[in-house]
T-cell receptor, first 113, second 118 residues
Framework: AQSVSQHNHHVILSEAASLELGCNYS??????LFWYVQYPGQHLQLLLK??????LVKGIKGFEAEFIKSKFSFNLRKPSVQWSDTAEYFC???????????FGTGTRLLVSP | DAGVIQSPRHEVTEMGQEVTLRCKPI?????LFWYRQTMMRGLELLIY????????DSGMPEDRFSAKMPNASFSTLKIQPSEPRDSAVYFC????????????????FGPGTRLLVL
């Protein structure tokens, strides 16, 4: 069975700082990878996804993530965060050919102005 | 498109009462998922349907929980009787799954129902 680890539970940054949130998964086969964001009081929204092709994926709002297969990682990055990026970020994975999506425990990001 | 629609948005009830949560998936989507989000356990998949048929209900906590999808545009999640430990945010998500080759799809989430059982 797949599992997803997000090691940073809480991250506090100042505006304009760079962001990197870690995500590691455990599964030996081919996977699809996702990052979702949940702004305070809102539902989950898709930030970006990786199915195949270029391992560097660009998403909305200036976010990007890189799939490193050898490290089973899919870390999320943003070069310069804004106060409006304050939210909870979830990494998720599903095994290719299966629909069940497994989520990490989430990382709460607080960006101070 | 209106996106995934859930109702009610908030529900406060007393222990022992029946609770019914409703979901309307995005039109044309053929898969529907129910999730529960709590501080302690994060996001958990409860059950999902393909073409209105339940595929995997292994995440349903116990017999007090049941889910139905009578047609492609409507699903319910029922808790009877409800208990305080059921308090959580319940999300519904839908996707368009293709089985031609490998399954690659994105799930789109509704706004959630915040349930409080007193």
């Amino acid at each position: 069975a797949q599992s997803v680890s997000q090691h940073n539970h809480h991250v506090i940054l100042s505006e304009a700082a760079s962001l990197e949130l870690g995500c590691n998964y455990s599964y030996g086969g081919t996977v699809n990878l996702f990052w979702y964001v949940q702004y305070p009081g809102q539902h989950l929204q898709l930030l970006l996804k990786y199915f195949s092709g270029d391992p560097l994926v660009k998403g909305i709002k200036g976010f990007e993530a890189e799939f490193i297969k050898s490290k089973f990682s899919f870390n999320l990055r943003k070069p310069s965060v804004q106060w409006s990026d304050t939210a909870e970020y979830f990494c998720a994975v599903n095994a290719r050919g299966f629909q069940k999506l497994v989520f990490g425990t989430g990382t709460r990001l607080l960006v101070s102005p | 498109d209106a996106g995934v629609i859930q109702s009610p948005r908030h529900e406060v009830t007393e222990m022992g009462q029946e609770v019914t949560l409703r979901c309307k998936p995005i039109s044309g989507h053929n898969s529907l998922f129910w999730y529960r989000q709590t501080m302690m356990r994060g996001l958990e998949l409860l059950i999902y349907f393909n073409n209105n048929v339940p595929i995997d209900d292994s995440g349903m906590p116990e017999d007090r929980f049941s889910a139905k999808m009578p047609n492609a545009s409507f699903s319910t999640l029922k808790i009877q009787p409800s208990e305080p430990r059921d308090s959580a945010v319940y999300f519904c998500a839908s996707s368009l799954a293709s089985w031609e080759g490998e399954v690659t799809e994105t799930q789109y989430f509704g706004p959630g129902t915040r349930l409080l059982v007193l």
